[in-house]
C-alpha cells in the first residue's frame, strides 16, 4: 500500500509565502517524476510544478520565479516552496508521484494523488 500525505497549507495573507510538503510511503520500488497540482473551485485540475528523479523541474508559467520544487530521493519528499502568493493562487493543492511498485507479475508504474491541503491567500 502506498500513500501520499501531505502537509504545510494554510492561510496567509498576499505577498505572503507557505511551504507544502508531501511523504511517499509504502512497498515502493522506486519513484520517478513527483508534482504538485492545484484546483481551484470551478477550475480544472492544473500542474504546478514537476520534478524528476534526477532533479529536471518543470513550473506552471503563472509561478516561475515564485514557486521552487524540491525533491529528496533517499526520504521519498518532495517539497514546494511558495513565495510572493497572489489570490490567484488559492486552491487546493495535490501532491502526485509516479510510484513503480512489486507486484508478483512484475514490477509496475502507478499515479498516486495525495489527500490534498488547502492554501488560501487573502487579499
Known amino acids: 500500500q502506498v500513500q501520499l500525505v501531505e502537509s504545510g497549507g494554510g492561510l496567509v495573507q498576499t505577498g505572503g509565502s507557505l511551504r507544502l510538503s508531501c511523504a511517499a510511503s509504502?512497498?515502493?520500488?522506486?519513484?520517478?517524476?513527483m508534482g504538485w497540482y492545484r484546483q481551484a473551485p470551478g477550475k480544472q485540475r492544473e500542474l504546478v510544478a514537476a520534478?524528476?528523479?534526477?532533479?529536471?523541474?518543470n513550473y506552471a508559467d503563472s509561478v516561475k520565479g515564485r514557486f521552487t520544487i524540491s525533491r529528496d530521493n533517499a526520504k521519498n519528499t518532495v517539497n514546494l516552496q511558495m513565495n510572493s502568493l497572489k489570490p490567484e493562487d488559492a486552491a487546493v493543492y495535490y501532491c502526485?508521484?509516479?510510484?513503480?511498485?512489486?507486484?508478483?507479475?512484475?514490477?509496475?508504474?502507478?499515479?498516486?494523488w495525495g489527500q490534498g491541503t488547502q492554501v488560501t491567500v487573502s487579499s
Open positions: 502526485n508521484a509516479q510510484i513503480t511498485i512489486t507486484r508478483i507479475s512484475g514490477l509496475r508504474t502507478m499515479t498516486y
Open positions: 520534478v524528476t528523479s534526477s532533479g529536471a523541474t
Open positions: 509504502g512497498s515502493i520500488f522506486g519513484i520517478n517524476t
